[in-house]
């Protein structure tokens, strides 16, 4: 008979039970109120956001790159194959628990990419590291903002403010941004709003749905106007 899947570890959240799943084939899922968030089966569109992000940042001398979130690693691992040996890599991450899976039970799928000596890592609201960034001087700010949390950048409830993709983040998230830097966000599907409010937040979008089999995820890229 086939194996049942192995739940390794757990944590409640405000959202419900975050969960690390081990698969009867092998492969791995971090759940959350039993709805998969991501899977090492099928994570080629977070390799593409990083690879759209952190590509013209190559021949750059010392990038900084903010990454977030964590999830099993694998945006943060293609982040780091690109960029050169004196890039700093702040990535963020609300759940200490998924840190602690990242660097235990499923550190091979990221290639231990949090031990890496560019990377730092911050247990924090990612909103608060672009805040951050937003008041901070050159050497505060980013080349780029890869942004991979949970479904994407879909509308929040009416009346409420989303504290990334909202009108006011995306200011914040502009001004976080070396002249010339790059906001790239991954999203489960299109989201023509966020477009949209991209676009009427300054910024120059490009909208990319990298071609492999399976799920059809999106990347949005965008680029504050200079003028």
């Given at each position: 008979m086939p194996q049942p899947s192995?739940i390794?570890?757990s944590?409640?959240?405000?959202?419900?039970?975050?969960?690390?799943?081990?698969?009867?084939?092998?492969?791995?899922?971090?759940s959350?109120d039993?709805?998969?968030?991501?899977?090492?089966?099928?994570?080629?569109s977070e390799?593409?956001?990083?690879d759209?992000?952190?590509s013209p940042?190559?021949?750059?001398a010392?990038p900084?790159?903010l990454v977030?979130?964590?999830?099993m690693?694998?945006?943060?691992r293609?982040?780091l194959d690109?960029l050169?040996?004196?890039?700093e890599?702040?990535?963020?991450?609300l759940?200490p628990?998924v840190a602690?899976?990242?660097?235990?039970?499923?550190?091979?799928?990221?290639?231990?990419?949090?031990d890496?000596p560019?990377?730092?890592l911050?247990i924090?609201?990612?909103?608060?590291?672009i805040s951050?960034a937003?008041?901070a001087g050159?050497?505060?700010k980013?080349?780029?903002?890869?942004l991979?949390?949970?479904e994407?950048?879909?509308p929040?409830?009416?009346?409420?403010?989303?504290l990334v993709?909202?009108r006011?983040?995306?200011a914040?998230?502009r001004?976080?941004l070396r002249?010339?830097?790059?906001?790239a966000v991954?999203?489960?599907?299109?989201v023509?709003?966020?477009e949209?409010?991209?676009?009427?937040c300054g910024?120059?979008?490009?909208y990319?749905r990298?071609?492999y089999k399976?799920p059809?995820?999106?990347v949005?890229?965008?680029?504050p106007?200079?003028?």
């Open positions: 192995e390794i570890d944590v409640d959240t405000d959202e419900g039970k975050l969960e690390l799943i081990r698969q009867a084939s092998g492969h791995w899922i971090i959350i039993r709805r998969p968030l991501m899977s090492s089966f099928l994570h080629r390799v593409a956001l990083a759209l992000a952190c940042l190559k021949e750059k010392s900084r790159v977030a979130g964590l999830g690693g694998y945006t943060l293609a982040a690109l050169p040996a004196d890039a890599v702040v990535t963020a991450e759940n628990i602690r899976w990242c660097r235990g039970p499923i550190a091979e799928l990221s290639k231990n990419a949090l890496d560019r990377v730092k911050e924090l609201d990612v909103s608060i590291l951050r937003a008041d050159d050497d505060g980013f080349d780029a903002l890869v991979d949390l949970y994407g950048p879909y929040p409830p009416e009346g409420t403010e989303d993709y909202g006011k983040a995306l914040r998230a001004r976080a002249p010339g830097g790059c906001m991954w999203s489960e599907g299109p023509k709003s966020f949209k409010l991209m676009g009427a910024f120059r979008v490009e990319h990298p071609k399976g059809r995820h999106i949005y890229l965008g680029w106007h200079t003028s």
